[in-house]
């Protein structure tokens, strides 16, 4: 296992990645060794907030760089919302080929053309305002996306407007069902398949209401059409996680409920190596939603969420190994593509050792 390195490298703002329409700017992290057919992350700040600001408090490059993937980060400007939200809510900012959706497209085919990305590992994510956007980005251009995630976010097309908006975030005039059903499959007609979604949201969100979860469950259940009924309900580390199934048994949607948490993203700051800063929405819970949700997608494994989380293996020293050592597994685990067995509560059944052997094997280090 390997502890989270603190990362100096910056950001480098992308320009001229195509024609624009929203006026967004956009930030690319790109990590020292990108090997070919890179996985590729794209993060979506909240309101009040820039790239910048939201990747030092979330980790997510930070980890980008240990495990060998790309981050791409859409920033709102003031010109377009005072607050800095992206407008999930304005009609001529959510549609397949219109304004800041478009935008987001047009800096994700960039990118993915310019640095040899993986188009089938691309992922987007993140918070508030930014997680209902990184919504309205898996609607409209479901193709683009093999997951995402939303944090402390909403429904995609159930607001026309700023009246609509601060509605539907005190979860007040909810749409019905169809409606939320529908509007996924209005905004990319003929499009598929559907990506994964992994919800998270505080109980004790004020700022948008948790029957917003469960309103986005819904809308994506009704896409990839399974049961409204989860089929696995557990418990991590305390919060409630609801797991719908396709029919081939694989995981589509999950929701994290985070016990007596407000509005923010949730993260474990008490580990001896916390993946994330501290701040205004980035929110002590005992559980590392960045590593998970990096871990969904393949992108981290458990001993990243172990490391995150605190849950160290009893008389496992890490300094005890050296350097050179740490390095070549690390590339191994990198390159090692084990298929995970896992239970419901997403530990690897077959244990750290055995992911690292498989890995060392893979890079053709050990028989």
């Given at each position: 296992m390997f502890t989270h390195h603190t990362n100096s490298r910056q950001l480098s703002e992308l320009k001229n990645f195509g024609s624009n329409p929203g006026s967004l700017k956009c930030w690319l992290y790109l990590p020292t060794i990108l090997a070919p057919k890179t996985p590729l992350v794209v993060v979506l700040h909240g309101c009040t907030q820039n790239a910048a600001i939201y990747d030092h408090g979330s980790g997510w490059s930070k980890l980008a760089e240990e495990k060998g993937f790309a981050i791409l980060y859409p920033e709102q400007q003031r010109a377009n919302n005072a607050n800095l939200c992206f407008n999930w809510f304005e009609p001529g900012d959510i549609q397949r080929d219109a304004g800041e959706a478009l935008s987001i497209r047009e800096m994700i085919e960039h990118v993915v053309e310019s640095h040899g990305i993986d188009p089938g590992r691309v992922f987007i994510t993140e918070l508030s305002a930014g997680g209902a956007m990184a919504?309205?980005?898996?609607?409209?251009?479901?193709?683009?996306?093999?997951?995402?995630?939303?944090?402390?976010?909403?429904?995609?097309?159930?607001?026309?407007?700023?009246?609509?908006?601060?509605?539907?975030?005190?979860?007040?005039?909810?749409?019905?069902?169809?409606?939320?059903?529908?509007?996924?499959?209005?905004?990319?007609?003929?499009?598929?398949?559907?990506?994964s979604i992994?919800?998270?949201?505080?109980?004790?969100d004020e700022t948008v209401k948790p029957i917003n979860a469960k309103q986005i469950a819904l809308q994506w259940v009704g896409s990839h059409q399974i049961s409204d009924a989860p089929d696995v309900i557990a418990t991590i580390n305390g919060h409630s996680r609801k797991i719908w199934l396709d029919e081939s048994g694989?995981?589509?949607?999950?929701?994290?409920?985070?016990?007596?948490?407000?509005?923010?993203?949730?993260?474990?700051?008490?580990a001896k190596a916390p993946l994330g800063t501290s701040g205004q929405f980035m929110l002590e819970a005992g559980i590392s939603s960045t590593a998970r949700i990096a871990r969904s997608w393949g992108l981290a494994d458990e001993a990243d969420v172990a490391i995150a989380e605190g849950v160290f293996e009893p008389g496992a020293e890490r300094s005890s190994a050296p350097s050179g050592i740490e390095a070549v597994i690390t590339k191994a685990m990198a390159y090692a593509k084990p298929d995970f067995v896992r239970n419901v509560e997403g530990r690897d059944d077959r244990g750290v050792s055995k992911v690292i052997n498989d890995a060392l094997r893979a890079a053709g280090l050990m028989r």
């Open positions: 919504n309205v980005m898996l609607a409209t251009y479901p193709e683009l996306f093999a997951g995402g995630a939303i944090i402390g976010g909403l429904p995609y097309g159930t607001a026309s407007g700023v009246g609509q908006a601060f509605e539907r975030m005190r979860g007040q005039n909810a749409p019905m069902v169809s409606q939320l059903q529908a509007a996924p499959k209005t905004a990319a007609s003929g499009w598929g398949p559907w990506p992994s919800v998270w949201h505080g109980t004790h694989k995981e589509v949607i999950e929701v994290n409920l985070i016990k007596g948490m407000g509005h923010g993203v949730p993260l474990s700051f008490t």
